[in-house]
């Protein structure tokens, strides 16, 4: 007799029903996963190329910074339009074109064979990975939230975007043995080439994982309007999207400008605050996974008021870098970024899942997403702002730390008046 009709045999009662984790659900952790990290790697191929790819072009290596800018654009858009697609098209095949989108913008960045050239192409590359970037999250939330039990949601979602570090730790370790063997050019084909042989790999789980789709489900008039009304309209959801914002604008400031900040301020090498950040991020993977556990234990409102706290501390911490600070104390705060600005993603987004409408899961992350991906746009660009008024480095960190910790704060107000009750 199976075990779990033990009980109705010797009481008479059902068996109390036990979700366990599904075969559907780890083939889709596991294709997500691998989507997620390809496209992140494809992301960071010209940031960790950049110095190669400057030289042979003679341009600055400074403008990899507007590329990402124009990325955050395109993801935006992208973003927001995503709902209509993945009702249509299903969630796996808009997974799929992400990663087509991700290849095309690493074919077009050999083709900038002239600083004349380069700069049209760098524009369509940035483009087409911020389509590949924005889409990711609204599709794999659809599919993750169809196959996971509740219990385990925190879990599997933060454990879906560790994909982020590890696309960036395999590119900053294997991209530069590419360039160094084919040039930054051959580098970024190789990337391309496994970026259209996972989208075509992921072809045979598509009948399964895109059964629920509607071909004649309206693409964009529709999606993008329905998808920021119920964001808007939903208290719950509305709130964590503005905090999420905050939190993005944090991220983008650690991971854009922590560097250069550390580097002036306490005169330490490139290369030593580079592994301090590098660092950072190893310490962000196994941090997203617990902060997912901590989210299915206990009030994920608390784990994000706690993300919050973290992150507007380590913030308040940098704008005393200073001369005087040990090399262990930078690799410190490098880790507390990276354990919470960098962390929060997985936890949010369950958070979403969990107060969206089960068949509006999609809509409900491409709504919030947009909101993140302007956070993300605004944080640096008020960081070099409050600079240029105030002339201090600090101010900027000071201003992020202030807004997080705001929105930590509103998450521990509790009730129905908190950030996401």
């Not at 989507?35 to 960071?44: E, N, R």
């Not at 964001?231 to 983008?252: E, I, K, T, Y």
């Not at 979403?352 to 409408?357: D, M, Q, T």
């Amino acid at each position: 007799m199976p075990a779990l009709h033990c009980r109705r045999a010797i009481t008479g009662y059902p068996a109390p029903h036990f979700p366990l984790i599904s075969r559907p659900m780890y083939r889709v952790l596991f294709a997500m996963l691998a989507c997620h990290a390809l496209v992140a790697l494809a992301v960071f191929t010209l940031p960790i190329v950049a110095p190669a790819a400057a030289k042979s072009l003679g341009v600055p290596a400074t403008m990899v910074g507007y590329y990402t800018t124009v990325m955050l654009v395109g993801a935006v858009f992208a973003t927001v339009i995503t709902a209509g697609f993945v009702r249509r098209y299903g969630a796996l095949r808009v997974s799929q074109m992400t990663l087509v989108f991700a290849g095309l913008g690493l074919l077009a960045m050999p083709l900038a064979v002239s600083p004349l050239v380069a700069l049209p192409l760098l524009v369509a590359s940035a483009v087409l990975m911020g389509f590949a970037y924005g889409p990711a999250n609204p599709a794999s939330s659809h599919l993750l939230a169809r196959v996971t039990p509740g219990h385990l949601r925190g879990r599997i979602f933060s454990i879906k975007q560790t994909a982020i570090p590890i696309g960036g730790a395999v590119g900053g370790f294997a991209l530069p043995l590419l360039e160094a063997r084919f040039g930054w050019r051959g580098a970024a084909l190789v990337a391309c080439g496994a970026c259209f042989t996972l989208a075509l790999a992921l072809q045979p789980l598509r009948r399964k994982m895109d059964a629920d789709r509607a071909p004649r489900a309206p693409l964009v008039a529709g999606s993008v309007v329905a998808a920021l009304r119920l964001v808007l309209r939903r208290p719950a959801l509305r709130r964590l999207a503005a905090a999420s914002g905050a939190f993005a604008a944090m991220q983008f400031c650690f991971m854009s400008l922590f560097v250069t900040f550390a580097v002036e301020r306490t005169h330490l090498s490139l290369v030593a605050v580079g592994v301090a950040l590098s660092g950072g991020l190893v310490v962000s993977v196994f941090a997203r996974m617990l902060w997912g556990w901590a989210a299915d234990r206990f009030p994920p409102r608390y784990v994000l008021a706690g993300l919050g706290l973290g992150m507007s501390a380590a913030a308040f911490t940098a704008s005393t870098l200073g001369p005087a600070w040990p090399y262990l104390a930078v690799v410190a705060l490098a880790v507390a970024f990276g354990s919470t600005g960098t962390a929060w993603q997985g936890v949010y987004l369950a958070e979403v899942a969990r107060h969206a409408p089960a068949d509006a899961v999609a809509d409900a992350t491409a709504g919030s997403m947009a909101i993140t991906f302007f956070g993300a746009l605004a944080g640096p660009g008020a960081f070099s702002a409050l600079h240029a008024l105030t002339g201090s480095d600090a101010a900027g960190f000071l201003f992020v730390g202030a807004i997080t910790l705001a929105f930590a704060l509103a998450f521990l107000r509790g009730g129905k008046k908190g950030p996401a009750e």
